[in-house]
C-alpha cells in the first residue's frame, strides 16, 4: 500500500478547486445566503492572490454545479434554494434470508427500454453526448494499426498488462493501492460480480446486500440458486453496520457468504459509506470471515471532484474483492471492466476461462491508451459536471411537480434518483400508464428479493437537460399524482 499521505501531498487539488471548495463551504455553512452576490473576478483574484483566469475557474466550476449562476451585466449570485423534499426513508427489510425470483420482472421493465419511442429515464446509462466520442474512434485506430493481431486473438485471461497497470496507476492517484498482478480484466462489472459471487459462494448460501439493492446483485444471487438478505440500509449513510452485525451473530449467519453493495453513490439510493463506517464494515467482514464484494462503478462520478476512498484501499488482507468497469464513466458499449480478487484471484481467475475465455483486446489496447495520455482523468471533470447539473435539475423538477409527501434521494455523485411516493401510490401501475405515454422508469419492486417498495421508482438523470426531458418529468408527476 502506498504511504496515503504522500500520494494525497503529491496530488493537491488545483487552486481553483480549493477555492471553489471555499465558497461551497461557505454556502453549505450559510454564510453566503441565496441572492448573495459574490466578489467580482478582480476581487477574488486579489483576495486569493491567483491570476483572473484561476478566478474564472473557481466561479465557473461553482456554476457547474448549479450553486451559483451568472447574471448578465451584474456579476455571479448564490443560487436560491428550492424548497427541498425530505430524503427517502430508511429501509426495514425482512430479517431473514429468501429466495430471488424477479429475472421475469427484470426482463420485461428493462427490455421497454430499449424502443427508439421512449422517454428513457430507467436505464442507468449516461447521454451520448457525454462521452468522448471522438477521442476514443482516434484510440482505437491507433491500436488497430499498431496491434492488429488484436482483432483476431483472444488475449491473456488476466487481460492486457498495459491496461492493468494504467488501472492500477489511476487508483493509486487517489490514494488506493492495487496490484496489478490481482487485476482482472471482464466483460463489464456484471461479469465481474457474477464471477467474484460465484467465487466465495455455493447454491443455497445467503448474500447480504443492501436494500433496496441494484437489480444486478439479485440477478446474479437467483441465477446462482443462493438466498439473498436485505440489510436496512439508510440513504446518507448507507447499509447498516449495525444491522449486518446482528444478522452474522445470529442462528442463521453463519450461511451468509459475502456482502455485496455500492460503497459510493450507491444504485439505487446515492448513498456513500463514511470512509470510517467503510473501515468498520471492512473489519466486521474480516472478523466473520465473509469476502465483502465491493461495487465501484460510480466512485468516479461525485459531483464536488472529491473521489471517495473505495473500502478496497482500507484492506490489508485480501478481504475485499473490488469490482468495477468503464461503462458508467466512459464507453458503455466497451464493456471492459475489472475486479480486484484479493485471497480470491486464483478462483475469480478459473472461473474467467469457463466464463468468457477473455476480453476485447483491442478495446483494452484501446483504453490503455487513453488512460495513459491523461484522457481519462480530464473526462471525468468535464462528466462529473455533468451529472451535478442533471440532478439538481430532475430534482428540482420532480420536488416542484410531483406530488406532496413525495421523497427524493440526494446523491453527492453519480445520475441516479430514488423517489419515494405517498404511501398509496403503487410505481408499477404507474409504469404501465407512463409506458402508454412513452416514458420508461424502473419501479420499486424491481430492487427487493420480496419486491418491496411498491410505492418507489428509480429514475435516470444521465440526459442533458431539455424541453423532451422537463415534459417527460411534468408528466410523470401527473401520472403520480393519481
Given at each position: 500500500m502506498a504511504n496515503l499521505s504522500r500520494v494525497e501531498g503529491a496530488k493537491r487539488p488545483p487552486r481553483y478547486q480549493r477555492i471553489a471548495e471555499d465558497i461551497m463551504a461557505a454556502i453549505e455553512s450559510g454564510a453566503l445566503a441565496g441572492g448573495t452576490r459574490l466578489p467580482s473576478v478582480r476581487t477574488l483574484a486579489r483576495q486569493r492572490r491567483v491570476s483572473a483566469v484561476t478566478a474564472v475557474a473557481a466561479l465557473h466550476q461553482l456554476e457547474q454545479r448549479g450553486v451559483i449562476e451568472s447574471r448578465p451585466q451584474s456579476g455571479f449570485f448564490v443560487r436560491r434554494a428550492a424548497p427541498r423534499s425530505a430524503l427517502p426513508q430508511a429501509s426495514r427489510p425482512p430479517r431473514v434470508?429468501?429466495?430471488?425470483?424477479?429475472?421475469?420482472?427484470?426482463?420485461?421493465?428493462?427490455?421497454?427500454?430499449?424502443?427508439?419511442?421512449?422517454?428513457?429515464?430507467?436505464?442507468?446509462?449516461?447521454?451520448?453526448?457525454?462521452?468522448?466520442?471522438?477521442?476514443?474512434?482516434?484510440?482505437?485506430?491507433?491500436?488497430?494499426?499498431?496491434?492488429?493481431?488484436?482483432?483476431?486473438?483472444?488475449?491473456?485471461?488476466?487481460?492486457?498488462?498495459?491496461?492493468?497497470?494504467?488501472?492500477?496507476?489511476?487508483?493509486?492517484?487517489?490514494?488506493?493501492?492495487?496490484?496489478?498482478?490481482?487485476?482482472?480484466?471482464?466483460?463489464?462489472?456484471?461479469?465481474?460480480?457474477?464471477?467474484?459471487?460465484?467465487?466465495?459462494?455455493?447454491?443455497?448460501?445467503?448474500?447480504?446486500?443492501?436494500?433496496?439493492?441494484?437489480?444486478?446483485?439479485?440477478?446474479?444471487?437467483?441465477?446462482?440458486?443462493?438466498?439473498?438478505?436485505?440489510?436496512?440500509?439508510?440513504?446518507?449513510?448507507?447499509?447498516?453496520?449495525?444491522?449486518?452485525?446482528?444478522?452474522?451473530?445470529?442462528?442463521?449467519?453463519?450461511?451468509?457468504?459475502?456482502?455485496?453493495?455500492?460503497?459510493?453513490?450507491?444504485?439505487?439510493?446515492?448513498?456513500?459509506?463514511?470512509?470510517?463506517?467503510?473501515?468498520?464494515?471492512?473489519?466486521?467482514?474480516?472478523?466473520?470471515?465473509?469476502?465483502?464484494?465491493?461495487?465501484?462503478?460510480?466512485?468516479?462520478?461525485?459531483?464536488?471532484?472529491?473521489?471517495?476512498?473505495?473500502?478496497?484501499?482500507?484492506?490489508?488482507?485480501?478481504?475485499?474483492?473490488?469490482?468495477?468497469?468503464?461503462?458508467k464513466s466512459l464507453s458503455p458499449g466497451a464493456r471492459i471492466g475489472w475486479v480486484a480478487g484479493g485471497r480470491w484471484t486464483d478462483a475469480i481467475r478459473q472461473r474467467k476461462y469457463v466464463s468468457s475465455v477473455a476480453t476485447s483486446a483491442l478495446w483494452q489496447d484501446a483504453l490503455a491508451s487513453f488512460v495513459a495520455a491523461g484522457a481519462y482523468s480530464r473526462h471525468l471533470r468535464r462528466i462529473r459536471a455533468a451529472c451535478a447539473e442533471s440532478v439538481r435539475r430532475f430534482s428540482a423538477a420532480i420536488e416542484s411537480g410531483f406530488p406532496e409527501g413525495t421523497r427524493v434521494s440526494r446523491p453527492e455523485g453519480g445520475y441516479i434518483l430514488w423517489v419515494q411516493l405517498p404511501e398509496h401510490a403503487d410505481s408499477l401501475a404507474m409504469h404501465r400508464r407512463a409506458r402508454s405515454e412513452g416514458i420508461h422508469f424502473l419501479p420499486g419492486p424491481l430492487f427487493s428479493a420480496n419486491e418491496q417498495y411498491g410505492n418507489c421508482l428509480r429514475l435516470s438523470c444521465g440526459h442533458a437537460w431539455d424541453a423532451r426531458m422537463e415534459d417527460a418529468v411534468r408528466r410523470l408527476g401527473k401520472l403520480a399524482h393519481r
Open positions: 434470508a429468501q429466495a430471488v425470483s424477479i429475472s421475469g420482472l427484470v426482463a420485461m421493465l428493462v427490455d421497454e427500454n430499449a424502443r427508439a419511442d421512449v422517454v428513457s429515464l430507467g436505464a442507468a446509462i449516461p447521454a451520448a453526448q457525454w462521452f468522448p466520442t471522438r477521442t476514443l474512434q482516434r484510440h482505437l485506430a491507433a491500436a488497430v494499426r499498431q496491434h492488429p493481431q488484436s482483432t483476431h486473438g483472444y488475449g491473456p485471461v488476466m487481460g492486457l498488462e498495459s491496461l492493468r497497470q494504467q488501472i492500477a496507476r489511476h487508483y493509486a492517484a487517489f490514494g488506493c493501492s492495487l496490484d496489478d498482478r490481482e487485476l482482472l480484466i471482464t466483460n463489464g462489472c456484471m461479469e465481474a460480480l457474477h464471477l467474484a459471487i460465484r467465487a466465495v459462494a455455493q447454491p443455497g448460501d445467503t448474500i447480504a446486500v443492501e436494500s433496496p439493492a441494484y437489480f444486478g446483485f439479485l440477478q446474479i444471487i437467483e441465477g446462482a440458486g443462493m438466498k439473498a438478505l436485505e440489510i436496512a440500509t439508510d440513504p446518507v449513510q448507507g447499509l447498516s453496520i449495525e444491522a449486518l452485525a446482528q444478522a452474522l451473530d445470529s442462528r442463521s449467519g453463519q450461511r451468509i457468504r459475502a456482502c455485496v453493495l455500492v460503497s459510493s453513490y450507491s444504485n439505487p439510493l446515492g448513498a456513500t459509506l463514511p470512509p470510517e463506517r467503510k473501515r468498520m464494515l471492512l473489519e466486521l467482514c474480516r472478523r466473520h470471515d465473509i469476502a465483502l464484494i465491493e461495487d465501484d462503478l460510480y466512485g468516479e462520478l461525485g459531483h464536488s471532484g472529491t473521489r471517495p476512498l473505495p473500502i478496497k484501499s482500507f484492506d490489508r488482507s485480501g478481504q475485499v474483492i473490488l469490482c468495477s468497469s468503464f461503462s
